[in-house]
C-alpha cells in the first residue's frame, strides 16, 4: 500500500556529501515512522536514522552530528543528509516506512572511497 522510491546516492570522497531522498506514495496517511537501514557485504543491516510522525528523530551512535534525516510533509518525501562521510559508510541504503507492516525502498547504493 505503501511505495518507496529512493534516489541520490553514488560515489564521494571521505569528507564528502551525499544528500539521499524517498518518495512516498500510496496510502501516506497510514505510515506511522519512516527511516534508513544500511547494509554492507558480509556486515549486519543497521537501523541508521528514524523519523516518527510527531517528528521524533533518533540516529544510530555512527552517523549523529554527521546525518541529518528530515521530512517534506508536501512532498511526501524523506531525506537522509549525510556529511562527513567515511569509507565505513559505504553501503546500500534502504528507505522504510511502517504501517500495518514494513515498506521498503529499493535501496541506493553510497560508496566512500578516494
Known amino acids: 500500500q505503501v511505495q518507496l522510491v529512493e534516489s541520490g546516492g553514488g560515489l564521494v570522497q571521505p569528507g564528502g556529501s551525499l544528500r539521499l531522498s524517498c518518495a512516498a506514495s500510496g496510502s501516506i496517511a497510514t505510515i506511522n515512522i519512516m527511516g534508513w537501514y544500511r547494509q554492507a557485504p558480509g556486515k549486519q543491516r543497521e537501523l541508521v536514522a528514524t523519523?516518527?510522525?510527531?517528528?521524533?528523530?533518533n540516529y544510530t551512535d555512527s552517523v549523529k552530528g554527521r546525518f541529518t534525516i528530515s521530512r517534506d510533509n508536501a512532498k511526501n518525501t524523506v531525506y537522509l543528509q549525510m556529511n562527513s562521510l567515511k569509507p565505513e559508510d559505504t553501503a546500500v541504503y534502504y528507505c522504510?516506512?511502517?504501517?500495518?507492516?514494513?515498506?521498503w525502498g529499493q535501496g541506493t547504493q553510497v560508496t566512500v572511497s578516494s
Open positions: 523519523i516518527t510522525r510527531d517528528d521524533k528523530i
Open positions: 522504510y516506512a511502517t504501517s500495518l507492516y514494513v515498506n
